[in-house]
């Protein structure tokens, strides 16, 4: 059932300790708070994300990861705290205008138009992004730049053999990789992914991982995810939240090691055979992390 991760090669083997975080800051939070009438979601939340980061933010359910991203895409106005993207203050900006900014993400629930093709979803989405939203069907076919970003982004995200298909016929891993091909048709420089393997069956994570793995190296990626595999070979850098704060940040190394994380989320060092505590389903649950 759980894996030992710690025995795995984590990504950051060779590298400079501070190879993730040497590049400039593009994304910067700092002192969020975002409270829910009594609830506290999100406590004084400072957090950088680097140019072509490959950061990950986990932590327990209710740890306040889906706010946080609410809070920088701008779904929720943060009640203190500041965001700044590549240095301009976009705290008080709404979600459309963080979009043309660069600032992109996907749902932890998948949310498509289930009577479009993948084709037809994107076509609208990248002639939305070129100014061209109220003739996108028009676009589609006739506009060149469309259709070649259209297909480009098919054959990146593997979606070509379904791309006339109805979206609510495709396999829950195709629509999650259109989901995902939907947010890089956004042209981001900031992209945050709120867990793309959450729902999606055995058979079909690998290719979902190994998309994830190959997205644009100059797109900065925030990834919240309880798939372990997929944090730990995806990650550089991570950032550990509990109770809607800050518990720890550091490499992979760091945060596998770190006793605080494993006793919080990651397992008990003590008690292998103990499963974190937990509510998720078996294929969004944290695999253990070490045996101790
Ligand atoms: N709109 C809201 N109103 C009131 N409380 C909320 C609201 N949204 C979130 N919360 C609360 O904020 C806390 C953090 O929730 P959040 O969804 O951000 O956690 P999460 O880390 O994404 O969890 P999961 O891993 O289960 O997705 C929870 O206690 C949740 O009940
Ligand atoms: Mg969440």
């Known amino acids: 059932m759980s894996t030992p991760l710690v025995n795995k090669p984590p990504g950051t083997a060779g590298q400079a300790p501070d190879a993730a975080t040497a590049a400039p800051v593009v994304l910067s939070a700092s002192g ?8 506290t979601a999100t406590s004084h939340v400072s957090l950088d994300l680097h140019q072509g980061a490959r950061h990950a933010l986990i932590g327990p359910n209710g740890a306040g990861k889906t706010t946080l991203i609410n ?4 779904v929720l106005d943060a ?15 709404p979600p459309h205008q963080r979009v043309r900014r660069g600032l992109v993400r996907t749902f932890q629930i998948n949310q498509l138009f289930d009577n479009f093709t993948p084709l037809q979803t994107l076509a609208m989405t990248v002639a939305q992004h ?33 791309m006339d298909q109805p979206t609510r016929t495709l396999a829950y891993g195709k629509r999650r990789l259109l989901e995902i091909a939907i947010a890089l048709a956004c042209e981001p420089r900031v992209l945050l992914l709120d867990e793309p393997v959450a729902g999606v069956p055995a058979g079909e994570r690998e290719e979902l991982l190994r998309t994830v793995a190959e997205l644009p190296a100059d797109v900065s990626v925030l990834l919240i995810e309880h798939d372990m595999d997929l944090v ?25 090691n770190d006793p605080q994380v ?26 253990e992390l070490s045996h101790g």
């Open 71 to 74: 809070l920088l895409t701008g």
């Open 79 to 93: 009640t203190e705290g500041r965001i700044l993207l590549d240095g301009e203050d976009i705290t008080r900006l």
């Open 32 to 39: 969020l708070v975002k409270r829910f009438g009594g609830i």
């Open 130 to 162: 070129r100014g061209q939203g109220r003739r996108w069907w028009q676009a589609l076919g006739a506009d060149r730049a469309v259709n070649e970003r259209c297909e480009q982004l098919l054959a990146e995200f593997r979606l070509l053999g379904v």
């Open 232 to 256: 730990f070979s995806f990650a550089k850098r991570m950032t550990v939240l509990v109770n809607g704060a800050v518990l720890t940040e550091g490499d992979p190394v760091q945060i596998a």
């Open 262 to 287: 494993k006793a919080v989320y990651l397992g008990h060092g003590d008690s292998p055979s103990d499963p974190p505590s937990h509510p998720h389903t078996a294929s969004t649950q944290p695999q």
